[in-house]
């Protein structure tokens, strides 16, 4: 079975602060890990994906096989990373993308 | 990049009435389809997928009868809320894949039901 953990349902930070959103999954399988963002009113955004190994917006996330972690890092936090922040987890191929529970993230000037 | 078009964003219903939401693929043809619901300051719960020209796969606990998906064309899925009851309401959001897309899931903007 898929399963997505994100431990903090809110986090706040202060602006050019380091980020760290945690996420931990359990997949029998070789995973596909994304980070999506959902910013107020708006639907949701695909941020990064792990195989594609970009930084987008500064973020960036490794994929740790053997802590089974994708956590999300920026070094600077901006007021407009202020957002709803999901980890979600496919198998190979168009399978079903799976949600963890979202951290909502609030950058403090 | 790929675009999904939901329809209606809103909708207010009746209780015992049916509701359809539709979900489109703008630019891309969409092998499979999925619907979501979410529960306000919730994530996102996956009630079903779908593939085009084959019956949608649910989630446990999730009803087919109540929540009948139809995946008719490579563009086209629609969700209707049968006999939708107060605790229907909810935000209901679709996403479309194909396989091989660089983003790999692309979402729509949801649709807010509320059933009275």
């Known amino acids: 079975a898929q399963r997505v953990t994100q431990p903090e349902k809110l986090l706040s930070v202060f602006k050019g602060a380091p980020v760290e959103l945690k996420c931990n999954y359990s997949?029998?399988?070789?995973?596909?890990l994304f980070w999506y963002v959902q910013y107020s009113r708006q639907r949701l955004q695909l941020l990064l994906r792990?195989?594609s190994r970009e930084s987008i917006k500064g973020f960036t996330a490794d994929l740790n096989k053997g802590e089974t972690s994708f956590h999300l890092k920026k070094p600077f936090a901006q007021e407009e990373d202020s957002a709803m922040y999901y980890c979600?987890?496919?198998?190979?191929?168009?399978?079903?993308?799976?949600f963890g529970q979202g951290t909502r993230l609030t950058i403090n000037p | 990049g790929a675009v999904v078009s939901q329809h209606p964003s809103w909708v207010i219903c009746k209780s015992g009435t049916s509701v359809k939401i539709e979900c489109r693929s703008l630019?891309?043809?969409?092998?499979?389809m999925f619907w979501y619901r979410q529960f306000p300051k919730q994530s996102l719960m996956l009630m079903a997928t779908?593939?085009?020209?084959?019956?949608?796969?649910?989630e446990q606990g999730v009803e087919k009868d109540k929540f009948l998906i139809n995946h008719a064309s490579l563009t086209l899925s629609t969700l209707t809320v049968t006999s939708a009851h107060p605790e229907d309401s909810s935000f209901y959001i679709c996403?479309?894949?194909?396989?091989?897309?660089?983003?790999?899931?692309?979402f729509g903007s949801g649709t807010r039901l509320t059933v009275v």
């Open positions: 996403s479309a894949t194909d396989r091989g897309m660089a983003d790999g899931y692309t």
């Open positions: 997949y029998s399988g070789s995973p596909e």
């Open positions: 792990h195989i």
């Open positions: 979600a987890l496919s198998g190979q191929g168009a399978q079903k993308l799976v």
């Open positions: 630019d891309f043809q969409a092998t499979t």
């Open positions: 779908s593939n085009e020209g084959s019956k949608a796969t649910y």
